[in-house]
């Protein structure tokens, strides 16, 4: 499952951030913001058009991020007990 996929308010673990081509420069700043394998993320809210951006959160930061650019990152969803221990 990608982050764009997420229900608001679920949690996830981020597995991994695809790359769409060498040198992706998308793919390295979400990497360089924390989303690195074994992150916790949020879908705090999305947007009013579209269901865009989407706003997560990563530990104490929340980013607004477009679809195309949450649909790289892949993740594991939470169960509502494990996102809050």
């Known amino acids: ?14 597995e991994s951030v695809q790359e769409l081509h060498a040198n992706d420069a998308i793919a390295r700043r979400l990497k360089e913001l924390g989303f690195v394998k074994g992150e ?8 009013p058009v579209g ?4 706003l997560v959160q990563v530990g104490f930061t929340r980013f607004a991020l477009r679809r195309s ?8 969803a939470l169960k ?3 996102a809050r221990a």
């Open 1 to 14: 499952m990608t982050l764009s996929d997420l229900a608001l308010y679920d949690s996830a673990l981020v």
């Open 40 to 47: 916790e993320v949020r879908l705090v809210a999305r947007g």
């Open 51 to 54: 269901a865009e951006p989407l």
């Open 69 to 76: 650019e949450a649909a790289r990152i892949v993740v594991t």
């Open 80 to 82: 509502a007990q494990e």
